[in-house]
């Protein structure tokens, strides 16, 4: 019989396991319907992708508020959105130089700032109440609905026609059931190891589960990017942000509210700081480059050595 440790860490790999597989089904699915539906790839990028992606964000998240293991569930956002704008676009940014949309750098990137701004507002009190958490649902919407007439007003997108086949409903489906079960299993998998080797619940909220959870981003703005879509690259990772920070803790504290940890306010004030550097960034030249996605990187591992060496 395995040891409970090593039980865990087995939890812990096939939720990530899960939750990659899941998503990938269900990022497919989701993009082919917004493609026949003749969605711009930008707004895809910042809206289906990006959703699709963070569902195991979201999955776990609610999963955690609701086994009352708060710290994993806001850890799990802040950490994930480090490691979006870190390793994910820092690291793509590596391997192929981003140029982006203005309207991803003006718009999508404030909003992106804002939003973790607001989040250290919510966070003063060290709890996420169901009403500040309906107030974050609600500014999703309207997120939602400032994209959609932006992209109405498109007239020079071209439209996909690609048909969306019976299986990709499925994808849709069976993916998300998949991303459930896997949370589960990796939020059980790494509380449990947590408590075995006496790291808190936050650390491993902001590193082992938010690494999990953004393996998505990071394979489909890879992916992106090597097929020369890198609107849709970089809109994955704003509208993750975005999304998790509106969409994902939103519903997770309207569904039960979420004391934190004091640590949970440092930790979002870092994650401020690297939103401002990556939106400038961003900002300077309409491009992220090599170097400067090595600089996202280098931040992204120095917050996680701060938080497992307790700086």
Known sequence: MAPPLASDL????????????????????????????????????????????????????????????????VGNVVGSNV?????????????RRLPVATDLVRRDGAIMVGSVLLLLVVLGDRTVTRVEGAVLVLLLVGYLVVLARSDSDDA??????REFRRTDSLRLVGGLAVVVAAAHALVSGAASAAAAVGVSEWVIGVTVVALGTSTPELVTSVAAAYRGRANLAA????GSCIFNVFGVLGLAATLRALPVAGVAVRGTLWLLGMAVVAAALLWTRRVLSGPEGLALVALNALHWAGDLLGW
């Not at 939720?15 to 539906?37: D, H, P």
């Not at 020079?156 to 026609?161: A, G, I, K, P």
């Not at 809109?235 to 704003?238: L, P, Q, R, S, T």
């Open 83 to 95: 490691v979006n704008l870190g390793f994910v676009l820092g690291g793509t940014a590596l391997i």
């Open 156 to 161: 020079t997108r071209r439209v996909e026609t």
């Open 10 to 73: 087995l939890l812990v790999a096939a939720g990530v396991a899960g939750l990659w597989l899941g998503a990938e089904q269900f990022v497919t699915g989701a993009t082919r319907l917004a493609r026949r539906l003749g969605v711009s790839g930008l707004v895809i990028g910042l809206t289906v992708v990006s959703f699709g992606t963070s569902a195991p964000e979201f999955a776990v998240t609610v999963d955690a508020a609701l086994t009352a293991k708060a710290d994993i569930s």
């Open 235 to 238: 809109g994955n990772v704003v």
